[in-house]
T-cell receptor
Framework: DSGVTQTPKHLITATGQRVTLRCSPR?????VYWYQQSLDQGLQFLIQ???????AKGNILERFSAQQFPDLHSELNLSSLELGDSALYFC?????????????FGPGTRLTVT | GDSVTQMEGPVTLSEEAFLTINCTYT??????LFWYVQYPGEGLQLLLK?????DKGSNKGFEATYRKETTSFHLEKGSVQVSDSAVYFC??????????FGAGTILRVKS
């Protein structure tokens, strides 16, 4: 158990809908990252927050957005869902924001868009 | 841009065999290097890391050495067990904080 929690574990929804994925980092970690894992694209970095501020952005679609709240939990919002958005979405957390800090991953949310 | 290349799998070994999974990278600057493992139905677990050239990361019998001259970070284990069956990901962070992952290598260990 990494200490990072994600809810829900599974999500099935229809095209065009909007969903919210939630992540709680390990106690004491200030940085939260979101990654997408799909069969065709592999593991891709989406976005990072550090202590409530956006810190880095990767291959995140405009239909996707995220935020980190004062209690440091984070939410990833996916809207106008398409079949191709079906994937495993992982949240990770680390103590600091730099690249040498270890990132600890949650169990993931499996999103299925039908 | 930064990238990681791993040997393609699946790799199938008998129990107690020696394991090597090759990983090479391309990065600007001086990246930190990581191996993550994903067991079936689970998230990624950090297996080991190295943050500078010639560092050796080790954990649970696995080791990898950061080789700047060959831009490599090969994963090795002297004697694999059935419980080591999983997907192994090599990854790096360079400028910035995002992890850049390789495609993953499936390891299957037979008893």
């Amino acid at each position: 158990d990494s200490g990072v929690t994600q809810t829900p574990k599974h999500l099935i929804t229809a095209t065009g809908q909007r969903v919210t994925l939630r992540c709680s980092p390990r106690s004491g970690d200030l940085s939260v990252y979101w990654y997408q894992q799909s069969l065709d694209q592999g593991l891709q970095f989406l976005i990072q927050y550090y202590n409530g501020e956006e810190r880095a952005k990767g291959n995140i679609l405009e239909r996707f957005s995220a935020q980190q709240f004062p209690d440091l939990h984070s939410e990833l919002n996916l809207s106008s869902l398409e079949l191709g958005d079906s994937a495993l979405y992982f949240c990770a957390s680390s103590v600091g924001a730099g690249g040498t800090y270890e990132q600890y991953f949650g169990p993931g949310t499996r999103l299925t868009v039908t | 841009g930064d990238s990681v290349t791993q040997m393609e799998g699946p790799v199938t070994l008998s129990e107690e065999a020696f394991l090597t999974i090759n990983c090479t990278y391309t990065a600007t600057g001086y990246p930190s290097l990581f191996w993550y493992v994903q067991y079936p139905g689970e998230g990624l677990q950090l297996l080991l890391k190295a943050t500078k050239a010639d560092d050796k990361g080790s954990n649970k019998g696995f080791e990898a050495t950061y080789r700047k001259e060959t831009t490599s970070f090969h994963l090795e284990k002297g004697s694999v067990q059935v419980s080591d069956s999983a997907v192994y990901f090599c990854a790096l962070t360079a400028y910035g904080n995002k992890l850049v992952f390789g495609a993953g290598t499936i390891l299957r260990v037979k008893s």
